[in-house]
């Protein structure tokens, strides 16, 4: 009787050990998908209504990124359009490149739109406002509208239609949501190269990958063998997917540098040790 009554207290410990650790395997999983669940939300909510790719609705071509860049503080830049200050069909002047400051939070902003001649001379700081009109993943608007410099607010009515010469009022569509600002690597692949026996005999060569970001498109990209550039791009050209370099038997660095037309400079590059014949 007394070994029955060792055998079954053993067991009730054990039973009682395997009970706490399966509460405890349940309660880290609860843990993992709270994190995971909040760090979703905190992604989702990272970017404000107004962020993305934008498109005027009467336009074919000129595009602008709109990206925070601080505390209610955002930046607008035409990524698509023209290099001089032709206006596109809709009388939007796209200029590759060129920002202009916005200040706001959820549907309402404000902006500083420089007002440039056909010859991109400065006329001055106008004022201006932009309303996120629909937020429907299908057909998300904002309307803006931009007062001369010197004539004071925007003048407009409630379907932000101008009601006074000096009120200019356009209404834009959003081609793509926004994304995390482009980095070096999103851009440009320089892969590594070992120096095996074949690549002693025959030389090296390595295959540079570049990627074009559609939010955030190449403007400009030199690659350098050393300080000789073997390629070079500037927007609106066609940008090369992959570029081959013959590394030589001595060291080398090979470094690519971009500009993107949303006015961020990137580079990379890699130092390849000697691969001489023995």
């Known amino acids: ?9 053993r067991a009730a410990r054990a039973y009682a050990r395997a009970a706490v650790q ?9 843990v993992v998908v709270a994190i995971a669940g909040s760090a979703g939300a905190a ?12 498109r ?7 595009e602008f990124l709109i990206q925070q860049r601080g505390p209610r503080q955002f930046v607008r830049t035409i990524i698509q359009g023209n290099r001089d200050c032709r206006t596109d069909e809709s009388g939007f002047r796209a200029r590759v490149g060129e920002a202009t400051p916005i200040a706001g939070g959820k549907l309402d902003y404000t902006l500083r739109p420089v ?19 629909s937020t429907d993943p299908q057909n998300y608007r904002q309307a803006a509208c931009s007062a001369r410099p010197g004539t004071g607010p925007p003048q407009y009515d409630a379907n932000f239609r101008p009601t006074s010469s000096n009120t200019i009022c356009r209404v834009a569509v959003r081609i793509r949501p926004p994304r995390r600002p482009v980095r ?3 851009v440009v692949k320089v892969p590594r190269v070992n120096c095996t026996r074949r690549a002693r005999q025959f030389g090296r060569r390595v295959r540079l990958r570049l990627a074009n970001p559609a939010n955030e498109p190449v403007e400009s990209a030199v690659v350098r063998l050393g300080k000789r550039a073997l390629y070079r791009y500037r927007y609106p050209g066609t940008l090369r997917r992959s570029v081959l370099v013959r590394l030589p038997r001595r060291a080398a660095r090979v470094r690519v540098v971009v500009k993107t037309t949303s006015n961020k400079s990137l580079a990379s590059g890699r130092r390849y040790g000697a691969c001489a014949l023995r």
């Open 1 to 9: 009787m007394a070994a029955r009554a060792l055998l079954a207290s």
């Open 115 to 133: 007002f440039r001649s056909q010859t991109c001379r400065s006329e001055g700081i106008g004022q201006g406002i932009i309303r996120i009109v």
């Open 56 to 62: 005027i609705e009467t336009s074919t071509r000129g």
């Open 22 to 30: 399966a509460h405890r395997r349940v309660g880290a999983i609860l």
């Open 184 to 186: 070096a690597r999103d």
């Open 43 to 54: 992604t989702a909510a990272a970017f404000e209504p107004i962020e993305g790719v934008w």
